[in-house]
């Protein structure tokens, strides 16, 4: 029996994660929040209605210690960064219930490790391979690709986020991996790395002059077309501006967890096609199928992608 807290992928997706390894009678305990209608279109419903144990990490700590303790788990495993006192919290928590509790770093580069870890814990070696090759495939294709960019044809993007989309993700913030990871050059290169956004204004934005424009999921993507705000903006005037698809999670960085590695796939293929010559559909299919145990239907396949393709 598995328990599963909080750390820096939203619960829910480290649900998904786990799910991939449960062995023969095996099973999980609880949820750190519950699911969001948005994940439960791409999730099993036996996890709909797990108890909600909380969170022992971020601004909105919530453990409930009883509820835990109640559902007695074998073990605990908490996936995400390691923080300077991990080891410190890990045994916290351990000396507080009595459960043994194991920490998986998880960062994009060593994401495939972290499957194999728990292939290792939980007795599904082929399928902790088979997840961690996919990664590690991932990640070289796009070092691969975009090491061949000549510095001179790197195109530029603009992320915005917020209800103006004039918040953005700086160049150098972990939230900005998959985009230098494609070779795209953030042209918010502020004097932040802070993963919680940055406010510019439009005057900045129509100076740095991007390429291509990306809004987050929410933003403001179905109104600039329009807005006479966003007018003089060279990548709207011409239609290089896009969503970022978005369920059950931004495939770009909200959480920064696996969906990313279906996010190095389409916006590579997005910017550069010619170099990324994939079929995002079958991506998208391959992806949910592997990782979320979903078979996209047409339906959901064509809102996926119905903002974040080639106009």
């Known amino acids: 029996r598995l328990a599963l807290k909080g750390a820096e992928m939203v619960p829910e997706d480290k649900v998904l994660i786990i799910d991939d390894f449960l062995a023969n009678g095996a099973a999980l305990m609880g949820l750190s929040n519950e699911f969001t209608d948005s994940a439960k279109a791409y999730t099993d419903e036996k996890y709909w209605n797990l108890p909600v144990f909380g969170t022992f990490y971020g601004k909105n700590v919530s453990l409930n210690l009883e509820a835990l303790l109640a559902a007695s788990p074998q073990v605990i495993i908490d996936i995400g960064e390691a923080k300077d006192t991990i080891a410190e919290d890990m045994d916290g928590i351990q000396a507080q219930t009595g459960i043994p509790?194991?920490?998986i770093e998880c960062s994009l580069e060593n994401t495939g490790a972290a499957?194999?870890?728990?292939?290792?814990l939980l007795g599904k070696q082929e399928e902790g391979e088979t997840l961690a090759q996919y990664c590690e495939d991932t990640l070289a294709m796009a070092k691969e690709k975009s090491a061949a960019i000549p510095q001179e044809e790197r195109v530029t993007l603009y992320y915005g986020e917020g209800d103006n989309g004039l918040t953005t993700i700086p160049s150098g913030s972990f939230h900005n991996t998959v985009i230098e990871l494609v070779g795209i050059d953030n042209v918010a290169v502020l004097d932040t790395t802070s993963g919680a956004g940055s406010e510019i204004s439009m005057e900045q934005l129509l100076l740095w002059n991007p390429d291509v424009v990306l809004f987050n999921p929410g933003s403001?993507?179905?109104a600039v077309g329009s807005d006479p705000l966003w007018a003089d903006v060279t990548a709207v005037q011409e239609g290089r501006y896009y969503e970022v698809p978005a369920g059950p999670y931004n495939w770009l960085s909200r959480p920064p967890s696996i969906n990313r590695f279906l996010?190095?796939?389409?916006?590579g293929n997005l910017i550069y096609p010619d170099i990324y010559e994939l079929d995002i559909a079958e991506e998208a299919k391959t992806f949910y199928s592997l990782f979320y145990h979903c078979d996209l239907s047409d339906e959901q396949l064509t809102a996926l992608l119905a903002n974040s393709s080639l106009k």
């Open 115 to 120: 499957y194999r870890t728990l292939g290792e």
């Open 220 to 222: 403001v993507y179905a």
């Open 263 to 267: 996010g190095v796939r389409w916006l």
């Open 101 to 103: 509790t194991i920490f």
